[in-house]
């Protein structure tokens, strides 16, 4: 008497099983690559807009290629152009401006500075983040080569006399821009600045 032929130990699919798990795993791999496509794709697409709004900040503040004196700066360009474009693009930015008026003894360029653990005093005022206002239009002997002129920020109560910390994929622009310097003989003369423009997305905003 023939003897009947045992199945699968869970029935008819038992001995599909083994075949069932590479399927699934190909599947998953699949699906965590299209995750990790997508990902890569948003943070691109982010970068780029972050620099394009970035370029428009930069555009406004440097269209005159002159910063003639800082209440014109802080009340028109900072206020009623430079915040209202960041708030349309869902921005938070920092604009400097340094001032390169009076080379001190034995230097030559321009210094730049880029933020660490526990600057001194004087190396963190080099900084394109640090925020203070010097009111004098005009420089003097005693100004700080490269000090931060003026600023403008759409970030709530920035602390000022100190750098204001920026996120790590902030993008960070760069340009000259004619400042006004000595006064010689009764006249003003323009010298060399640089504007600092700072900007990233603010969090939350896709």
């Not at 003897?3 to 699919?13: E, I």
């Not at 190909?26 to 972050?50: H, S």
């Not at 010097?134 to 002129?149: I, K, L, M, Q």
Request: glycine share 8%; proline share 8%; net charge positive.
């Amino acid at each position: 008497m023939r003897m009947k032929q045992k199945r699968g130990f869970v029935g008819p699919l038992g001995d599909d099983l083994p075949s069932i798990f590479p399927i699934i795993a190909a599947v998953l791999l699949f699906v965590g690559t299209l995750v990790y496509a997508n990902g890569l794709v948003t943070g691109k697409n982010r970068t780029l807009e972050t620099r394009q709004a970035g370029l428009g900040l930069s555009y406004i503040v440097t269209e005159k290629g002159l910063i003639q004196n800082q209440t014109e700066f802080e009340k028109k360009t900072c206020d009623n152009n430079l915040k209202k474009y960041a708030l349309s693009n869902h921005i938070q930015f920092v604009v400097t401006i340094k001032r390169y008026c009076v080379e001190p003894p034995g230097q030559h360029g321009i210094r730049f500075y880029y933020p660490r653990e526990n600057p001194a005093p004087q190396e963190a005022r080099l900084s394109p983040t640090y925020l203070e206002k010097t009111r004098t239009e005009s420089s003097d002997p005693n100004e700080v080569y490269g000090h931060t002129w003026t600023y403008c920020t759409n970030v709530p109560n920035p602390r000022t006399n100190e750098i204001l910390k920026v996120p790590a994929d902030a993008v960070t622009f760069t340009y000259p821009v004619a400042v006004p310097c000595a006064i010689i003989d009764g006249l003003p003369t323009n010298g060399l600045g640089l504007i600092n423009v700072i900007v990233w997305k603010e969090r939350g905003k896709i």
